[in-house]
C-alpha cells in the first residue's frame, strides 16, 4: 500500500457495533489512520434502504455508531468521520451510475440477494434496496478511495464498484475515477456466539463493543464449543469452534493460545478453562473501550460537532470530484 493512500469505508447504522465488526474492519482503521487520508461514513442512506418506516431507529444510532468509533480508537484528528445522506454528491453520482450498470446485473450481486432472501423480499424488493451496491460504489468513488476495509461479505459490492468505475472511465474516456481494493482482515469473518458462521445483530450471536462486563460474562458462558467435547477427558476441535476464534482475534499471548489448542485438541482440557481465559482476555480488550465510550456519552453534543465538521470536510472533498465527474461528462454547462 503506498503512503498517503486513500481509505474508505463505513458502517449502516441500524445497531450498535460488536466485536465482529472490530475484526472486520475498525481494527484496520485505528491502524491505518496515521499513515492515510481515511474517511468513515455512517450510512444512513443506505440504512434507509431496508428501514424506510423506521428513520427514527437510524437516527439514534448515529450516535451509538459515532461513540462506538470514538471509542475504539478513531481518531477525528486523523479520520473524517462523517453523515452520509448529506453529502448529496453521492446520490448525483450514484444516478449517473445507474445508467452504467444493467438491473439483470443487480440481480446476481450475491450479497444482495442473500439479504433479498434473509429478509423475505422476493420480488416485492425496494428498488432502493436493489441499487444499494451502486449507491456503496458512488461512497467510494467519490473520494478517490483506493482502499477500503470490509468484512468478506462486502467483496462483491467492491468487485461491482470497480466494474462501475472501469465502465464510467472507459464511456467517459477519462480516469477521474479510481479502482478501489478491498482490505480483507486475516480473520475475515468473526463466528457468532452461537457458532453460526457470522457474528450478527440480528442473529442475536453478537458481543457488543458496548455490552457491560456482566453482559460479556454471560454470553462467553454460554457460547458454543465443540459439541463433540462431551467429557473434559475427549479431544476437542479447535478448528470451527468460536471459544478459540475469538481467542486468536483478541488474545495477545500467542503462546499461551497455541498451548491452550494443543491440550484441547489431546483431551483433558475442560471449556470452562478456556472460557475462563476467554473472558479474560476479552474483559482486558473490551474494559478501556467501554470507560472511554461512558466518557464520551456524557457529551453527546461534542459528538455531533465532531460529525458535523467531518461531514463539512467530506463535502468538500466530494464536491471536488464531483466537478471533474461533470467535466468529465461534459455536463459542465456553465463553463
Ligand atoms: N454496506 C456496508 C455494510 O453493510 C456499509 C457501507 C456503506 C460501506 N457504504 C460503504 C462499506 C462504503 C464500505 C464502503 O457494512
Known amino acids: 500500500m503506498k503512503s498517503k493512500s486513500i481509505i474508505l469505508t463505513g458502517d449502516r447504522p441500524t445497531g450498535k457495533l460488536h466485536l465482529g465488526h472490530y475484526v472486520g474492519s475498525l481494527a484496520a482503521r485505528v491502524a491505518l489512520q496515521k499513515e492515510h487520508t481515511q474517511f468513515v461514513m455512517i450510512a444512513d442512506a443506505q440504512a434507509l434502504t431496508d428501514n424506510a418506516d423506521n428513520p427514527q431507529k437510524i437516527r439514534e444510532n448515529i450516535l451509538e455508531v459515532a461513540l462506538d468509533y470514538l471509542a475504539v480508537g478513531i481518531d477525528p484528528h486523523q ?72 468484512g468478506d461479505d462486502q467483496i462483491p459490492v467492491i468487485e461491482q464498484t470497480v466494474e462501475l468505475v472501469r465502465k464510467f472511465n472507459r464511456t467517459y474516456k477519462t480516469d477521474v475515477l479510481v479502482e ?72 495477545t499471548d500467542k503462546a499461551k493460545i497455541e498451548e491452550l489448542k494443543e491440550h484441547y485438541r489431546r483431551g483433558g482440557l475442560g471449556d470452562s478453562i478456556v472460557k475462563k481465559y476467554l473472558l479474560e482476555v476479552l474483559q482486558t480488550f473490551l474494559e478501556p473501550i467501554r470507560k472511554r465510550r461512558e466518557e464520551l456519552a456524557k457529551d453527546p453534543k461534542h459528538v455531533m460537532d465532531i460529525l458535523f465538521k467531518g461531514t463539512e470536510a467530506a463535502n468538500r472533498a466530494a464536491h471536488q470530484t464531483l466537478i471533474e465527474i461533470r467535466q468529465a461528462m461534459g455536463i459542465d454547462y456553465f463553463r
Not at 423475505?120 to 478511495?145: H, L, W
Open 180 to 251: 478501489p481494493k478491498a482490505l480483507i482482515a486475516s480473520i475475515a469473518r468473526l463466528p457468532g456466539t452461537d457458532g453460526k458462521a457470522k457474528m450478527s445483530k440480528s442473529l442475536g450471536n453478537a458481543i457488543f463493543l458496548s455490552d457491560t462486563a456482566d453482559e460479556v460474562m454471560k454470553k462467553v458462558k454460554m457460547m458454543y464449543t465443540d459439541p463433540g467435547h462431551l467429557r473434559v477427558e475427549d479431544p476437542g476441535k479447535v478448528e470451527g469452534n468460536p471459544v478459540f476464534t475469538h481467542l486468536d482475534a483478541f488474545g
Open 79 to 150: 479520520t473524517t468521520i462523517f453523515i452520509q445522506s448529506l453529502v448529496t454528491a453521492i446520490p448525483e453520482l450514484t444516478m449517473y451510475f445507474l445508467n452504467l450498470v444493467t438491473w439483470n446485473r443487480l440481480k446476481h450481486n450475491p450479497t444482495v440477494k442473500l439479504e433479498i432472501q434473509q429478509k423475505g423480499y422476493g420480488e416485492e424488493v425496494p428498488a432502493g434496496f436493489m441499487i444499494y451496491p451502486v449507491n456503496q460504489a458512488a461512497d467510494i468513488t467519490i473520494f478517490k478511495a483506493n482502499f477500503v476495509p470490509v
